[in-house]
């Protein structure tokens, strides 16, 4: 009994292709050349886009991005996020992106939704 249910689980699972990588060796490898690349353009896109952060507060709002997706455990999605991040640095690198565009990343959300179950009966959204 229990070994048809395991073949009847085996057969459910289906092996899927990786997108880059194969393992989450790898993977970690593509996210911090990612995070390197971003840190070595910092300088550049501080002065091309003329925006009104300087560099450290620039590289502390990178490392607040890439830890905002530090639970991801996935490796397809962890590549999606890598692939994801490489568009958008080569986008703000060939300057196909406005200083507005750059700002949005500073930008504060002005009324946080909730997160807890009260608070969201609260404010009527749940």
């Known amino acids: 009994m229990a070994s048809t249910a395991g073949t009847v689980i085996k057969s459910g ?9 194969v393992d989450n060796a790898e ?16 300088p550049y896109i501080v002065l091309e886009y003329d925006i009104p952060k300087n560099e450290s507060q620039c590289r502390a ?4 991005e890439f830890e905002k997706h530090r639970h991801a455990k ?11 991040g490489q568009m958008e640095l080569v986008e703000t690198v060939k300057r196909w992106k406005q200083k507005g565009h750059v ?6 959300p002005i009324n946080p939704k909730p997160n807890d179950f009260l608070s969201k009966f609260i404010a009527g959204s749940a």
């Open 74 to 84: 996935d490796v397809r999605v962890i590549d999606m996020l890598v692939v994801k």
């Open 13 to 21: 699972v289906k092996q899927v292709r990786p997108l880059l990588s």
């Open 61 to 64: 709002k990178l490392r607040e």
């Open 103 to 108: 700002m949005n990343y500073f930008r504060t």
């Open 27 to 42: 993977a970690r490898k593509r996210v911090l050349n990612l995070y390197k690349a971003w840190y070595r353009q910092v």
